[in-house]
């Protein structure tokens, strides 16, 4: 018997639900300097792969449950990266996640944040290795393999340049002596 041409062949190849759908590059942003290199590499990531950029704006737990990502302390921790990451052509999704209330265990607030990521179908977590409580690098890949997560990228803060002055031009800088050209 064979197969009516109008069926393709899809049962030979086995799909795992969802394959088909979107996978962002995950940016943990936790209002801190470090958010500007993380959010620059999760940039240059999901522009590689083609993907949108899922920008998680961490929140303090005295902070508004109620506040979405269109708030005004979510659009502040987001103001900071914007100018670096710049209009990304395939899009950005901003997220909003609250740090629990008190201190529970080191890895409560990471779990959570991964299963936020998790609902986004993340594949990549792009994180400062300095954060706060639970939300730095190394806890969230801890939590990632407890739990079989999403890969965690650990990205350096920005080397510190201090600012150079900037020579004269060449006319404008005296030649021979300190004194310029003086003629006597």
Same mark, same amino acid.
């Given at each position: 018997?064979?197969?009516? @041409?109008?069926?393709?062949?899809?049962?030979?190849?086995?799909?795992?639900?969802?394959?088909?759908?979107?996978?962002?590059?995950?940016?943990?942003?936790?209002?801190?300097?470090?958010?500007?290199?993380?959010?620059?590499?999760?940039?240059?990531?999901?522009?590689?792969?083609?993907?949108?950029?899922?920008? @998680?704006?961490?929140?303090?737990?005295?902070?508004?449950?109620? %506040?979405?990502?269109?708030? %005004?302390?979510?659009?502040?921790?987001?103001?900071?990266?914007?100018?670096?990451?710049?209009?990304?052509?395939?899009?950005?999704?901003?997220?909003?996640?609250?740090?629990?209330?008190?201190?529970?265990?080191?890895?409560?607030?990471?779990?959570?944040?991964?299963?936020?990521?998790?609902?986004?179908?993340?594949?990549?977590?792009?994180?400062?290795?300095?954060?706060?409580?639970? @939300?730095?690098?190394?806890?969230? @890949?801890?939590?990632?393999?407890?739990?079989?997560?999403?890969?965690?990228?650990?990205?350096?803060?920005?080397?510190?340049?201090?600012?150079?002055?900037? %020579?004269?031009?060449?006319?404008?800088?005296?030649?021979?002596?300190?004194?310029?050209?003086?003629?006597?």
């Amino acid at each position: 018997m064979t197969r009516p @041409i109008s069926h393709p062949a899809r049962d030979s190849v086995h799909r795992p639900p969802g394959a088909g759908l979107v996978q962002p590059v995950a940016a943990v942003l936790t209002d801190r300097l470090d958010d500007v290199a993380v959010a620059e590499a999760a940039a240059r990531m999901a522009l590689a792969r083609r993907v949108p950029l899922l920008l @998680i704006a961490v929140m303090p737990p005295h902070v508004r449950r109620s %506040a979405g990502p269109a708030s %005004a302390p979510v659009r502040a921790v987001l103001a900071r990266v914007m100018p670096k990451v710049g209009p990304h052509p395939t899009g950005r999704i901003p997220e909003v996640f609250h740090l629990p209330v008190g201190r529970g265990s080191r890895l409560a607030a990471a779990k959570e944040l991964l299963a936020l990521a998790g609902r986004h179908r993340a594949p990549d977590v792009l994180a400062s290795r300095h954060g706060p409580h639970g @939300i730095d690098a190394h806890t969230l @890949i801890e939590a990632a393999a407890l739990r079989g997560g999403p890969f965690v990228h650990a990205v350096a803060p920005a080397s510190w340049v201090p600012l150079q002055p900037s %020579a004269p031009p060449a006319a404008d800088r005296p030649s021979g002596s300190w004194r310029g050209n003086v003629s006597r």
